[in-house]
C-alpha cells in the first residue's frame, strides 16, 4: 500500500486540534515534499525524519514522498510531527503494518539519532486525546506531564526503532505515572503584624473572588499581604487546575510538575508591555494574566506601570477571558484570575504619614493618581490604606497575626454558601443574579443612592459595592445585607471618594 494516514495534533493557542498526517509514495525522482501550511520548522523535517530512519537501520524509500498535514488551512509549527511523518513513511512503504497505527496518535520531535525529543503544549493534546479514547505516544521528557491527563492512556519511547518494534509486535511501551505534588507550604498570613484593615480586605477578596488596591507608602506591608492572598485561598479543583496547567503548558515557558496543583502567583514587572500581559505574537501565547488564571495576579507600583498595558485589562477583569486577534491567527485564552495591585498614595509615597515628611503638592498628587484610569479604577472591587506602622508593632517578639489556615476556613464556608446560592462567586453575579442575591431594605437602598450621589459612583461601581456587601452578609453567616455590610462595603472605595468633586 502506497499510502498511510497518522494521527497527531498542532498547538493552537491552549487548544489542540486533530491533524492527519497523510504520506504517499509515487513513482519518479526521489524527492520529499510537505503541504499543509508548514512553517521552517515543519518543512526541516525531512532532513531529520531522513536521517532518524536511516540511524534505526530502517530502510528511506528512494520514491517520491508526498506529505500532507490536514486540514490544509491550519498553520503547523514546530517538530511535533516528526515522528507521524517518519512512521507514515515507513507504514506506506511496507516496513510496518498500516494497521498497527491505527488508535493511536504521535507528539514527538525526532533527533537525528532517532532519539524521541519533547515539544511543548503536550498537557492540552493529551486532554484532547482523551476525548477521542485513542492511546496517546510522546517522549519521555513530556511523559509525566501527559499522565496528568488521567483519562488518557499515554505511553512513552525512547528511540523510532523502539516505537517500531512494539508496533510491530504489538508490545506494550511504558506508562508515565504522575509526579508527586510538592507539598511545599504557602506564605502564612501570620507573618503579617497589624494592618487589621488590610487582612479583613485580604479575607473578604478571597471569600467573594473580588479584586484588591492597596494604597501605602513604602515598606507598609502591600507585597507582603498580597503574596498571602493565594494561602487563604481554597485549592483548586482537579478541573481548574488542568486548565491552569494547560494554560502554563501552552504558554512555552514549561510547566513546574511539582507545584501544578497550587494557585499560581503572577507578578510581572511594572515595564512589562501589554503583549506580555495579555498575550499575544505572531504565534499567540498566553500572558501574565491567563497564566495566573484561577490564581492571583499582582501589580506592583501600579501608576508607573505603562497607560496601554493597564487599560487592556479592562475587558478581561470583567469576562474572564482574553481575545487575540492577529491576521493570520485567532486564540482566546481563559483570564478568570484575581487582581491584586499596590500603589503609593503620592510620587514620593508618603502622603497622609503621620510624620508630614510628604512634600507633594496637591496638584502632583492629583497627576499621579490619575495616571490609573477611572474605567480601570472602578474595576477595583476593594480600594484599601496600608498605613506605616508603629515600631511597637513591628518587633519580632509580638504576637503573630491569625493564621492562613483559620481564615481560609472561613473563606471556604462563604464560597460555599455562594455557589450553593447561585453557582458562581458574588463578583461573578450577572445583573439577574445580583436581583435575587443582594436585595436591600428601603432605608439601606437610600443610604446606597446617597453614598453613590456623594462619591459620583458609575452604575459599575455601585454593582461592585453590592457584591462586596453579599460577601461580606456571606462572611457574617447573615442571609441578607445588613446595614454595617453595606456600610463597610461603599468605605472600601478610597481612591474614588478622593475623586469626587464637591457639587457646585
Known amino acids: 500500500m502506497n499510502l498511510a494516514i497518522v494521527h497527531s495534533r498542532a498547538r493552537v493557542g491552549v487548544h489542540a486540534p486533530e491533524v492527519r498526517v497523510e504520506v504517499h509514495l509515487a513513482g519518479g525522482l526521489p524527492a520529499m515534499s510537505i503541504v499543509g501550511l508548514p512553517e521552517a520548522a515543519v518543512r526541516e523535517a525531512k532532513d531529520r525524519v531522513r536521517a532518524a530512519i536511516q540511524c534505526a537501520q530502517l530502510e528511506f524509500p528512494a520514491r517520491r514522498i508526498t506529505v500532507n498535514l490536514a486540514p490544509a488551512d491550519l498553520p503547523k509549527d514546530g517538530g511535533r510531527y516528526d515522528l507521524a511523518i517518519a512512521l507514515g513513511i515507513l507504514a506506506a512503504s511496507g516496513q510496518l503494518p498500516v494497521e498497527a497505527l491505527d488508535g493511536w496518535e504521535f507528539v514527538a520531535e525526532l533527533a537525528l539519532t532517532g532519539e524521541l525529543r519533547p515539544v511543548d503544549g503536550v498537557l492540552p493534546v ?42 510491530q509486535a504489538d508490545r506494550p ?23 487589621a484593615q488590610a487582612r479583613r480586605a485580604l479575607e473578604i477578596a478571597a471569600a467573594g473572588g473580588h479584586h484588591l488596591l492597596l494604597i501605602g507608602p513604602p515598606g507598609s506591608g502591600k507585597t507582603l499581604l498580597a503574596s498571602r492572598l493565594c494561602g487563604i485561598l481554597p485549592p483548586p479543583t482537579d478541573a481548574e487546575a488542568l486548565e491552569a496547567a494547560s494554560i502554563a503548558s501552552a504558554s512555552g515557558r514549561g510547566l513546574d510538575l511539582e507545584r501544578w496543583r497550587q494557585r499560581p502567583f503572577r507578578a510581572p514587572h511594572h515595564t512589562a508591555s501589554a503583549v506580555a500581559l495579555v498575550g499575544g505574537g505572531a504565534d499567540p501565547r498566553p500572558g501574565e494574566i491567563s497564566l495566573a488564571h484561577h490564581g492571583v495576579l499582582f501589580l506592583d507600583e501600579l501608576p508607573e506601570w505603562n497607560r496601554q498595558a493597564l487599560e487592556v485589562l479592562r475587558e478581561p477583569l470583567e469576562s474572564g477571558c482574553v481575545h487575540i486577534a492577529r491576521a493570520a491567527r485567532h486564540c482566546q485564552f481563559p483570564a478568570r484570575f484575581q487582581l491584586v495591585a499596590a500603589m503609593n498614595p503620592c510620587p514620593c509615597g508618603w502622603a497622609g504619614d503621620p510624620s508630614g515628611r510628604c512634600l507633594c503638592h496637591d496638584e502632583a498628587i492629583r497627576r499621579y493618581r490619575a495616571r490609573i484610569s477611572g474605567p480601570l479604577l472602578e474595576r477595583i472591587d476593594l480600594h484599601v490604606e496600608v498605613p506605616r506602622l508603629p515600631p511597637a508593632q513591628l518587633r519580632t ?27 458562581v462567586l458574588n463578583a461573578q453575579l450577572d445583573q439577574t443574579g445580583m436581583q435575587a442575591c443582594c436585595r436591600l431594605s428601603a432605608r439601606d437602598s437610600a443610604l446606597l443612592e446617597r453614598a453613590v450621589d456623594a462619591l459620583q459612583l458609575s452604575a459599575r461601581s455601585l454593582h461592585r459595592i453590592l457584591r462586596v456587601a453579599r460577601t461580606i452578609a456571606d462572611l457574617a453567616g447573615s442571609t441578607a445585607i445588613e446595614t454595617p455590610h453595606l456600610t463597610e462595603a461603599i468605605g472600601y472605595r478610597a481612591l474614588e471618594r478622593g475623586r469626587a468633586r464637591p457639587a457646585a
Open 126 to 167: 493529551a486532554l484532547a486525546v482523551a476525548q477521542t479514547g485513542r492511546r496517546l505516544l510522546v517522549a519521555p521528557g513530556n511523559g509525566e506531564e501527559a499522565a496528568l491527563a488521567q483519562q488518557v492512556d499515554v505511553r512513552t519511547a525512547r528511540t523510532l526503532l523502539e516505537v517500531c518494534a512494539a508496533l
Open 397 to 423: 517578639d509580638a504576637p503573630p497575626g491569625e493564621s492562613s489556615a483559620s481564615v481560609r476556613q472561613r473563606v471556604v464556608t462563604a464560597r460555599q454558601h455562594q455557589l450553593a446560592r447561585s453557582g
Open 173 to 195: 511501551l511504558p506508562r508515565p505515572t504522575p509526579r508527586p505534588c510538592s507539598e511545599a507550604s504557602m506564605p502564612d498570613l501570620a507573618d503579617v503584624r497589624g494592618q
